[in-house]
């Protein structure tokens, strides 16, 4: 007869369900596989039929098709196993059909029936329970990736066997409790107090962490940048339950298990890291780095260094937030909703302004420099030069890493509240259209702005951003309205530098 059950696919990072048919009938012993599928799915068809053994059924000498659908998805992995095996037992009404209706199955099958796991559930799984399905049936070892899971029954199987015993009613297998997600530890990075002077520097990263900004960090080597840039990641506050699903479900569908304790998730990739494994893409269609940093932090030390198409290709997530990537005539977007905190030396030796140290010519320094081309740097917020440490800055009392996580904290509240209703919740991420709405100012601070706007000889673009970091400093200090304080503190932290040569 014909029997079916539901699982899934992803693709991308975003899971899709398939449907697995099987339909057993009388004719000449045969057994097939249809529905696009990569070679992986086919050899599902071997590990299947010796499976089944292992639950005492022996193929019986049947016309037996297996049909994943739709068709027109490529089907990829060895997640389709245990639906096909079950599907069969079904097929032959080893178990009462009614059983698996409203349910989800994925996972792989070893020869005896063991059930291993496979990448990807979360995202399945969230998309199962969009779906109305009521229940899951899940490879034991993924069941730590799928705890806090609300509003689908997830149950973690060991072997087919467990599965139809389980079907038939002679053993039961436990749900997996719905508890919160609590996994892994506080990560432990730096003190702001341990870095000695920078105070620019540390006041605009409070700044930045509190709007979400995009900041780069120009200086010397051996300034403390790269410190800095670690120390900013201790301050920043927990994700909230929705963030934190979606930075799972990315995860998952890596293969990864994502275990910050609910911190945001920092990515700092090596600047020899090849174009698809930044921005995403490959065989397997695998989410990059930038996906990776999706609500979190992208740590890009030594940016300058990095290849050209990982600089360039910024420019897209930078503005829209995601990355599209095209496949065999589909297009997959990727969420990548980062904060950028870039940090480059400003030229090839790492010592300049520093002449007794540092011998590059202005056309070297000029061409290092042009790695970041305008476009790139027009989306950082914030662009800074951090300065070589002064002597006198190592007696200094610096603020500490505590402090400034609650100013940033007060600043994101602020935030919530004003765009509650909104489509975003940070200062960076205010549409053009609903920059007048939020950004109020009197006319003297009007007339402050157009004389930045014309001395720094800003574009459109920049000036945007330039607004966006002022109404972020006035959060910070509880004014509604943005004062000529609150500009020129956000025009002093926007300096390109590149024309000075
Ligand atoms: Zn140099």
Redesign the pocket.
Known sequence: MYYQVMSGIVLGVEGSLVRVEVDASNGMPYFSMVGYLSSEVKEAKDRVISALRSVSFPLPPKRITVNLSPADIRKAGSSFDFPIAVAILGSFELFPIQQLKDAFLAGEMSLEGVIRPVRGLLPMILEAKKHGLKKCFVPKANQKELVGIQGIDIYPVATLKEMLDHLRGYQTINRLEPKKFKAGKKPVYPDFSEVKGQYQIKRALEIAAAGRHNVLIIGPSGCGKSMLARCLIGVLPKLDQEELQEVRAIYSARGLSYENAGYPPVRNPHHSVSPSAFLGGGTHLNAGEITLAHDGILLLDEFSEFKKTCIEGLREPMENHNIAISRVGKQYVFPSDFMVVATT????????PDRT????TVS??IHYRKKVSRPVLERFDMILWAEPVAFEDFDDDSIDSDTISKRILYGRNRQKLRYEKESFSYNSRIPNDKIDEVCNFDDDTKTFMKTIFQQKELSMREFYHMLKVSRTIADLSGEEQISIEHVAEAASFYNRGMELE
Do not use: M
Not at 345 to 351: E, F, K, L, S, T
């Open positions: 030396n400003p030229c090839p030796c790492g010592n300049y140290k540092c011998k590059c070297q320094r």
